[in-house]
Each structure stands twice: as C-alpha cells, then as structure tokens.
T-cell receptor
Framework: EAQVTQNPRYLITVTGKKLTVTCSQN?????MSWYRQDPGLGLRQIYY???????DKGDVPEGYKVSRKEKRNFPLILESPSPNQTSLYFC???????????????FGQGTRLTVV | EDQVTQSPEALRLQEGESSSLNCSYT??????LFWYRQDPGKGPEFLFT???AGEEKEKERLKATLTKKESFLHITAPKPEDSATYLC??????????FGAGTTVTVRA
C-alpha cells in the first residue's frame, strides 16, 4: 500500500529536549515536505526536499532541522523545542512535476507534539 | 497576500441537502489545483486534481469544477460521513503547495 508513515503519532516533551520525528514514504517520490498545522493558521510549510541531500527552507523554518540521506526518509529534528512549537505536524511526499502539471501530495497521519 | 481563499469557513447541512464550497486563487499560470479532505487530527486525504478551466472531476457525492479564478466543490445529497474539513491548494512552485484555511462541513442526520 502506498503510504507516508510518520512516527510517533503523539509526543509530549519538555522545553529544550531534542527530538526527532521520522517520516518515510514507499512511493519513490522525489519531493518531500514538512508542514505544521495550527488553528486559524492552516497548513504552513517548514522545510522541503527536492531529492537526496537537497533541502531548503519553507515559510516557517526557525527552530527546525531536516536531513535527506535516503530518498524514502525525511526526518524532522527539533534541537531545542519550545512551547511555541506545540502543533500538529505532517510529512508529505510528491512525484516531481510532469511537464507543466504539478502532482498531488500524499500526507502522513500526523504527529501531535506538545512541548511543556 | 493570500494565494488561496476558501468560503464559507463552516457549513452545516442536513443529510440530503446539496451545497457548494468555494476556493478562489490568485496565483497566475495555474499548474494544478488540488482538493483534499481532512478528518480531525488526521492527515489530508487527496480527492481531486484540476488543471484547466472547464475541467470537472467526480467521486461519489463530490464533484469539483474549475474556472480561471476559482474552483467549486459540490456536495450532492450529503451523508453524515461526508462531515470533514475540505482543503484546496495550489502550487506556489514545484516544491510548495499553498493551502486555503478550509471549509468545515457538518452533515446532520
């Protein structure tokens, strides 16, 4: 089954304790992204990756790191989490554009992070 | 400036009461418009892609249409299981989708 898998689904942590949220896709997609979703603010892109070893900042990258060492995996790292990073996080993957047509993104089930 | 605006924010329907959701966009040179369904606490689930004005896509009770400035998601004879938040998105570039804030649909039996 084609899917994007995130872990963990729920996480409660304390301020400053480093954490990693994993993301893996089995569709051989080139593009992967991380989004956060907050009430009233919708989905905002944190970081994206165009391919292995190629990443760039999205709209809200402060306080986050990513890496893409393998095509299927795209972990999100919070080196020193703060309460304002409490949010619902989604990983997504897409095939590269076909001609002029952008392709749909497939999303993971989400990680609800609470930083106290 | 917002690229994608959805209306209404919320829609309460009786079972069987058809209605439409609107998604207007300002990006030029549209390279796809995407509709997603999202259940509370879950990831967005892909519904449709539309590429050109006049295009229509259907899936069960849902039909999406596209004009040069907006898209509509029509829900025909909705059932309670159609209750969800519906999101539309357009590509800013090859790597980023801009999402609207969504329309939360509640269908009462």
């Amino acid at each position: 089954e084609a899917q994007v898998t995130q872990n963990p689904r729920y996480l409660i942590t304390v301020t400053g304790k480093k954490l990693t949220v994993t993301c893996s896709q089995n569709m051989n997609h080139e593009y992967m992204s991380w989004y956060r979703q907050d009430p009233g603010l919708g989905l905002r892109q944190i970081y994206y990756s165009m391919n292995v070893e190629v990443t760039d900042k999205g709209d809200v990258p402060e306080g986050y790191k990513v890496s893409r060492k393998e095509k299927r995996n795209f972990p999100l790292i919070l080196e020193s989490p703060s309460p304002n990073q409490t949010s619902l996080y989604f990983c997504a993957s897409r095939r590269r554009r076909i001609g002029f047509m952008n392709t749909e993104a497939f999303f993971g089930q989400g990680t609800r992070l609470t930083v106290v | 400036e917002d690229q994608v605006t959805q209306s209404p924010e919320a829609l309460r329907l009786q079972e069987g009461e058809s209605s439409s959701l609107n998604c207007s966009y300002t990006v030029s040179g549209l390279r796809g418009l995407f509709w997603y369904r999202q259940d509370p606490g879950k990831g967005p689930e892909f519904l449709f892609t539309l590429y050109s004005a006049g295009e229509e896509k259907e899936k069960e009770r849902l039909k999406a249409t596209l004009t040069k400035k907006e898209s509509f998601l029509h829900i025909t004879a909705p059932k309670p299981e159609d209750s969800a938040t519906y999101l539309c998105a357009v590509p800013d570039n090859d790597y980023k989708l801009s999402f609207g804030a969504g329309t939360t649909v509640t269908v009462r039996a």
